[in-house]
T-cell receptor
């Protein structure tokens, strides 16, 4: 799986949009970008994933650059409950390589009142 | 759909004792994964089952660790002769063939004294 780089920590004001960047410059053509988050003392929670088109669901939006070398997870109106570690993972979601998630250090997002 | 459940949520044991953890995946999910997470790090893959077959094991899974999924439903992870270095959160996840998103349980936190 391609390596990802994320800032170790970010702050965001409650009610504002949180934009979490991820660099994956070595991504290959069949690798998807996945985002998970982990709230303190809980298991990781799936947020969203995409290949090359921008994606949106009830939790977040995923913006992938045209060259696919980076992406941004957007939480449109951050709340205190969004305080968590956010992991960006690049993987081929099938075959033997799809059998595991490789987590990096993630970004610790602190949403402040 | 009640999500992935794990039992116990916390376990304190003395060095040298054996411990066993249980994971109940989301019903009808045929894939089941075990991960380990130490403090301040992202989860690390341990092993993976497709139905009852254990198809992949990480180098992290020493011979003191054994995982089973006897009927293709729940799974157990046993650690024999525990060591202080085994102290970690043990996470279970499940997914469905053709839908490669993994859903995580709350984890079992192990402390070896």
């Amino acid at each position: 799986d391609a390596k990802t780089t994320q800032p170790p920590s970010m702050d965001c004001a409650e009610g504002r949009a949180a934009n979490l960047p991820c660099n994956h410059s070595t991504i290959s053509g069949n690798e998807y970008v996945y985002w998970y988050r982990q709230i303190h003392s809980q298991g990781p929670q799936y947020i969203i994933h995409g290949l090359k088109n921008n994606e949106t669901n009830e939790m977040a939006s995923l913006i992938i650059t045209e060259d696919r070398k980076s992406s941004t997870l957007i939480l449109p109106h951050a709340t205190l409950r969004d305080t968590a570690v956010y992991y960006c993972i690049v993987r081929v979601p099938w075959g033997n390589a799809g059998n595991m998630l490789t987590f990096g250090g993630g970004t610790r997002l602190m949403v402040k009142p | 759909d009640t999500g992935v459940s794990q039992d116990p949520r916390h376990k304190i044991t003395k060095r040298g004792q054996n411990v066993t953890f249980r994971c109940d995946p989301i019903s009808e999910h045929n894939r089941l994964y075990w991960y380990r997470q130490t403090l301040g790090q992202g989860p690390e893959f341990l092993t993976y089952f497709q139905n009852e077959a254990q198809l992949e094991k990480s180098r992290l899974l020493s011979d003191r660790f054994s995982a089973e999924r006897p009927k293709g439903s729940f799974s157990t992870l046993e650690i024999q002769r525990t060591e202080q270095g085994d102290s970690a959160m043990y996470l279970c996840a499940s997914s469905l063939d053709g839908q490669e998103t993994q859903y995580f349980g709350p984890g079992t936190r192990l402390l070896v004294l």
